[in-house]
Nanobody, 121 residues
Framework: VQLQASGGGLVQAGGSLRLSCAAS????????RAWFRQAPGKEREFVAA????????VYADSVKGRFTISTDNAKNTVYLQMNSLKPEDTAVYYC???????????????WGHGTQVTVSS
């Protein structure tokens, strides 16, 4: 499956952005979609994941209550709605596909290109 991420940009602290991840296909071998991020000088970290079939979700503690992951199966697209953004959310955001919303945290099957999110203070 090929993944294309978009929607990044520059926003002030407290603002919102919505990221999109369009997939070339939906298969049950890649039923999970996730967002990761990597800030300068830091390791890539898990942000959120969704099972596009069941709708089940899981979030990193750092984004719970601020970010929402969702899916539009008709468009093969997963979204990450980011509200109440903080400067520490600044990173390159990547989407990924995998077999489960828990397994994808450590073993995604494939990655999309990243999209830059910059939050100014």
């Amino acid at each position: 499956v090929q993944l294309q991420a978009s929607g990044g940009g520059l926003v002030q602290a407290g603002g919102s952005l919505r990221l999109s991840c369009a997939a070339s296909e939906r298969t049950f071998s890649n039923v999970a979609r996730a967002w990761f991020r990597q800030a300068p000088g830091k390791e890539r970290e898990f942000v959120a994941a969704i099972n596009w079939s069941s709708g089940s979700t899981v979030y990193a503690d750092s984004v719970k209550g601020r970010f929402t992951i969702s899916t539009d199966n008709a468009k093969n697209t997963v979204y990450l709605q980011m509200n109440s953004l903080k400067p520490e959310d600044t990173a390159v955001y990547y989407c990924a596909a995998g077999r489960s919303i828990f397994g994808i945290r450590t073993s995604p099957n494939c990655w999309g290109h990243g999209t830059q999110v910059t939050v100014s203070s």
